[in-house]
């Protein structure tokens, strides 16, 4: 694709599409989550939605669009301490979990919803029209954000899991780790990115692997 | 509603892909063979042939399009000419489509950055909102007369100079006379300032701008004189107008009195409620009436003359009056022929205006309960026993907790001297009773020995509804609850 030239502004615009939906699953996730377990605080704030509107971020978005390559969501409040449904802790991991899971299920769907239309019609991959990108851009946009959210550096979901798996003492540790999390972070992003490899490229591979197989059999 | 808009919106998400996605990479032209080009220049079917290296696109009159590879030779290419095709040469360029690839996202993006920015700016316009007077504008039904008001004989001669001034202003411009513009209502809670105030704009039909005064001060600093300042220029829009200030003391009191003597946001506030008061023209018909009950505290420069100077005290209720006032509350209820409201204002001495009214509404509360439970399905009408029973200090939970609590404080005493048997009825907040006698007793518990057991029943005090004596003591009582109270205790 184009990423220079006339089509630098439509190419970033169209990029956004699959990952701002798939988002906004990822937020929903959590709100429904918390919703479920007990918690409204999301709800209440209107984030118990599938609408990208509630959950961009002005800033998250435009960064994106100006070449970084990274932007985020607003994130789903929650009070873990209103869940009736599960522990404190239990409420917490399951909340945090649910968006990178949503984010799994959203490529499975993505990639069975292609292998179905395959089997329909065997010419669609060949084809790639504009859905059948839309596909392909959502199995791999879904994939990174699941996996990239799993890294257990605060405030990515995965640290939240840790939060609350952490036994009582470790806890001091996690807790000092925690502090300097986002510089962490940035540290991880940033590192890998001048050396040219990615932390999360292994993880990634072997999951699009996985629905590789599962296109293929699907496909038939 | 709301899961159409969503999916509304991931349609148009959709939709922008789609769109965005064949105008980046659009489907690809037909690929022909070099001599179809050659064919058709000798049918004379093309318009206009594109040389981009060796990549020839070729356009045919009805704008159909092909691309196919090969080497354009000079004598081609006067051919060609000859032919009376154009040949241009260099990429392919689309005007449109350039205009469109940069128009389309620039477009969306401006249209949600627009939108991220108006919501921001919802959030924003709380901060304007705040400097808005929190002052309610009395409606029509709510307004009252004089007649509405019992008693008040003083107030209320005083206040209706007030009402002329506002219903005919020119009276008083021409005998030249300065016309109070503050109003100060003083007396104890519930007398009725509020209701006189509210009788000033009934009587004129002037609007009724009603604020606690505790209203002004907000989170921020100068919000209060904001408010202040809001208020009165609203007032002075709708004109004639009646502002009431309730509670004034809350911002009135005197200023270098308080934690520090400073300059603080009360202050401020009383500083611009005084400034207001001044600026009134004479011809403005606009009047303040301000109430409180702790005029000793207020600030000296909201009593002098041009302020709040007319003082209005609003006495007690003689007996005279409160029957008048419970005529007026009586007005839209039905009274048997038994009721007596001379009696009932015999029965509540120095009771306010509100007490008054409350003991009306609540025999009327009384007498709709009775005749729900008389499955009576006519007009309901209060008789004197409503009124009697409302005036009967009914007993609350805690009352009645105390009086089981001194019941068992004298029986423990009782038993630690050993007395005598002393045998008790007791009622379970179930409505269980329990007879037998009683061996222990604490500040938690009682143990109730019934007649041919052994062991001892442990009751929790907060289980019991009523303990009767049977026998063995005097000092037990009888002791029921109060029977319109109607719920049982919930505790456990």
Same mark, same amino acid.
């Given at each position: 694709?184009?990423?220079?030239?006339?089509?630098?502004?439509?190419?970033?615009?169209?990029?956004?599409?699959?990952?701002?939906?798939?988002?906004?699953?990822?937020?929903?996730?959590?709100?429904?989550?918390?919703?479920?377990?007990?918690?409204?605080?999301?709800?209440?704030?209107?984030?118990?939605?599938?609408?990208?509107?509630?959950?961009?971020?002005?800033?998250?978005?435009?960064?994106?669009?100006?070449?970084?390559?990274?932007?985020?969501?607003?994130?789903?409040?929650?009070?873990?301490?209103?869940?009736?449904?599960?522990?404190?802790?239990?409420?917490?991991?399951?909340?945090?979990?649910?968006?990178?899971?949503?984010?799994?299920?959203?490529?499975?769907?993505?990639?069975?919803?292609?292998?179905?239309?395959?089997?329909?019609?065997?010419?669609?991959?060949?084809?790639?029209?504009?859905?059948?990108?839309?596909?392909?851009?959502?199995?791999?946009?879904?994939?990174?954000?699941?996996?990239?959210?799993?890294?257990?550096?605060?405030?990515?979901?995965?640290?939240?899991?840790?939060?609350?798996?952490?036994?009582?003492?470790?806890?001091?540790?996690?807790?000092?780790?925690?502090?300097?999390?986002?510089?962490?972070?940035?540290?991880?992003?940033?590192?890998?990115?001048?050396?040219?490899?990615?932390?999360?490229?292994?993880?990634?591979?072997?999951?699009?692997?996985?629905?590789?197989?599962?296109?293929?059999?699907?496909?038939? | 509603?709301?899961?159409?808009?969503?999916?509304?919106?991931?349609?148009?998400?959709?939709?922008?892909?789609?769109?965005?996605?064949?105008?980046?990479?659009?489907?690809?032209?037909?690929?022909?063979?070099?001599?179809?080009?050659?064919?058709?220049?000798?049918?004379?079917?093309? $318009?206009?042939?594109?040389?981009?290296?060796?990549?020839?696109?070729?356009?045919?009159?009805?704008?159909?399009?092909?691309?196919?590879?090969?080497?354009?030779?000079?004598?081609?290419?006067?051919?060609?000419?000859?032919?009376?095709?154009?040949?241009?040469?260099?990429?392919?360029?689309?005007?449109?489509?350039?205009?469109?690839?940069?128009?389309?996202?620039?477009?969306?993006?401006?249209?949600?950055?627009?939108?991220?920015?108006?919501?921001?700016?919802?959030?924003?316009?709380?901060?304007?909102?705040?400097?808005?007077?929190?002052?309610?504008?009395?409606?029509?039904?709510?307004?009252?007369?004089?007649?509405?008001?019992?008693?008040?004989?003083?107030?209320?001669?005083?206040?209706?100079?007030?009402?002329?001034?506002?219903?005919?202003?020119?009276?008083?411009?021409?005998?030249?006379?300065?016309?109070?513009?503050?109003?100060?209502?003083?007396?104890?809670?519930?007398?009725?300032?509020?209701?006189?105030?509210?009788?000033?704009?009934?009587?004129?039909?002037?609007?009724?701008?009603?604020?606690? $005064?505790?209203?002004?001060?907000?989170?921020?600093?100068?919000?209060?004189?904001?408010?202040?300042?809001?208020?009165?220029?609203?007032?002075?829009?709708?004109?004639?107008?009646?502002?009431?200030?309730?509670?004034?003391?809350?911002?009135?009191?005197?200023?270098?009195?308080?934690?520090?003597?400073?300059?603080?946001?009360?202050?401020?506030?009383?500083?611009?409620?005084?400034?207001?008061?001044?600026?009134?023209?004479?011809?403005?018909?606009?009047?303040?009436?301000?109430?409180?009950?702790?005029?000793?505290?207020?600030?000296? $420069?909201?009593?002098?003359?041009?302020?709040?100077?007319?003082?209005?005290?609003?006495?007690?209720?003689?007996?005279?009056?409160?029957?008048?006032?419970?005529?007026?509350?009586?007005?839209?209820?039905?009274?048997?022929?038994?009721?007596?409201?001379?009696?009932?204002?015999?029965?509540?001495?120095?009771?306010?205006?509100?007490?008054?009214?409350?003991?009306?509404?609540?025999?009327?509360?009384?007498?709709?309960?009775?005749?729900?439970?008389?499955?009576?399905?006519?007009?309901?009408?209060?008789?004197?026993?409503?009124?009697?029973?409302?005036?009967?200090?009914?007993?609350?939970?805690?009352?009645?907790?105390? $009086?089981?609590?001194?019941?068992?404080?004298?029986?423990?005493?009782?038993?630690?001297?050993?007395?005598?048997?002393?045998?008790?009825?007791?009622?379970?907040?179930?409505?269980?009773?329990?007879?037998?006698?009683?061996?222990?007793?604490?500040?938690?518990?009682?143990?109730?020995?019934?007649?041919?057991?052994?062991?001892?029943?442990?009751?929790?005090?907060?289980?019991?509804?009523?303990?009767?004596?049977?026998d063995g003591t005097e000092l037990l009582d009888e002791f029921s609850p109060d029977p319109w109270s109607g719920n049982t205790p919930d505790l456990a």
């Open positions: 694709m184009d990423f220079f030239g006339d089509a630098w502004l439509a190419s970033r615009v169209l990029v956004l599409v699959p990952v701002v939906l798939s988002l906004s699953v990822h937020e929903f996730a959590h709100a429904f989550c918390a919703f479920r377990l007990g918690d409204d605080t999301a709800a209440r704030q209107g984030r118990l939605t599938l609408n990208p509107l509630a959950h961009i971020d002005p800033v998250g978005l435009l960064l994106p669009l100006l070449g970084v390559p990274f932007g985020w969501a607003r994130p789903v409040p929650i009070d873990p301490s209103r869940m009736r449904g599960a522990s404190l802790e239990a409420g917490i991991v399951l909340t945090a979990a649910a968006g990178p899971l949503s984010n799994v299920l959203l490529a499975i769907g993505a990639t069975l919803a292609m292998g179905v239309w395959t089997r329909l019609d065997a010419g669609a991959a060949a084809a790639a029209g504009p859905l059948w990108q839309l596909l392909e851009w959502l199995v791999l946009v879904n994939l990174l954000l699941a996996v990239f959210n799993l890294i257990p550096v605060p405030p990515l979901d995965g640290s939240r899991i840790v939060d609350g798996l952490c036994p009582a003492w470790l806890r001091p540790h996690w807790e000092a780790f925690a502090r300097v999390g986002p510089f962490a972070l940035v540290a991880l992003l940033l590192v890998p990115a001048l050396l040219g490899v990615s932390p999360i490229a292994g993880p990634v591979a072997g999951l699009q692997n996985f629905l590789d197989a599962l296109y293929d059999v699907v496909a038939g | 509603m709301k899961k159409w808009k969503t999916a509304l919106v991931w349609a148009a998400f959709v939709g922008v892909f789609v769109l965005l996605l064949r105008l980046t990479s659009p489907a690809p032209l037909p690929r022909e063979d070099f001599s179809l080009l050659l064919q058709e220049m000798e049918t004379g079917g093309i $318009a206009e042939v594109r040389i981009h290296d060796n990549e020839i696109t070729v356009t045919r009159w009805d704008d159909s399009q092909y691309v196919t590879l090969g080497v354009i030779t000079e004598e081609l290419s006067q051919q060609l000419s000859a032919a009376g095709i154009r040949v241009a040469w260099g990429p392919p360029s689309d005007k449109l489509r350039t205009v469109l690839l940069v128009g389309v996202p620039l477009v969306l993006l401006l249209g949600l950055f627009g939108w991220f920015l108006r919501r921001g700016a919802a959030g924003n316009m709380n901060l304007l909102e705040i400097r808005k007077s929190r002052a309610r504008l009395l409606g029509e039904s709510l307004s009252v007369g004089f007649d509405d008001v019992g008693g008040c004989l003083e107030a209320k001669e005083q206040l209706s100079d007030l009402v002329d001034f506002l219903r005919l202003p020119e009276r008083w411009s021409r005998a030249g006379v300065r016309l109070p513009r503050g109003v100060l209502l003083e007396g104890p809670p519930g007398c009725g300032k509020t209701l006189l105030a509210r009788a000033v704009a009934g009587e004129t039909n002037a609007k009724f701008y009603w604020v606690s $005064a505790s209203e002004f001060v907000e989170l921020f600093v100068g919000v209060g004189a904001a408010r202040v300042r809001d208020m009165f220029e609203t007032a002075e829009k709708n004109a004639p107008a009646v502002i009431f200030i309730d509670e004034l003391d809350a911002v009135g009191r005197k200023r270098g009195s308080g934690i520090g003597a400073g300059h603080d946001e009360r202050e401020q506030t009383l500083n611009q409620i005084l400034v207001c008061l001044d600026g009134f023209e004479a011809s403005d018909r606009v009047v303040v009436i301000a109430a409180t009950n702790r005029s000793d505290v207020l600030d000296p $420069a909201l009593l002098r003359p041009g302020r709040f100077d007319r003082r209005i005290r609003v006495e007690p209720l003689t007996r005279v009056q409160r029957v008048d006032v419970l005529r007026i509350h009586c007005r839209n209820k039905a009274l048997s022929e038994d009721v007596s409201l001379e009696s009932i204002a015999d029965r509540c001495p120095e009771w306010s205006g509100a007490a008054l009214e409350n003991l009306v509404n609540e025999s009327g509360l009384l007498a709709v309960r009775r005749s729900r439970k008389e499955q009576d399905d006519g007009p309901v009408e209060l008789v004197q026993l409503d009124f009697e029973r409302a005036l009967e200090p009914g007993l609350s939970e805690e009352q009645r907790f105390d $009086a089981v609590d001194s019941l068992l404080v004298e029986a423990t005493t009782q038993l630690a001297q050993a007395v005598g048997k002393a045998l008790v009825r007791v009622t379970l907040a179930g409505f269980t009773t329990i007879e037998g006698e009683l061996v222990w007793a604490d500040a938690n518990f009682i143990k109730v020995r019934t007649r041919g057991q052994d062991e001892a029943l442990v009751l929790g005090k907060s289980q019991i509804q009523s303990i009767e004596a049977l």
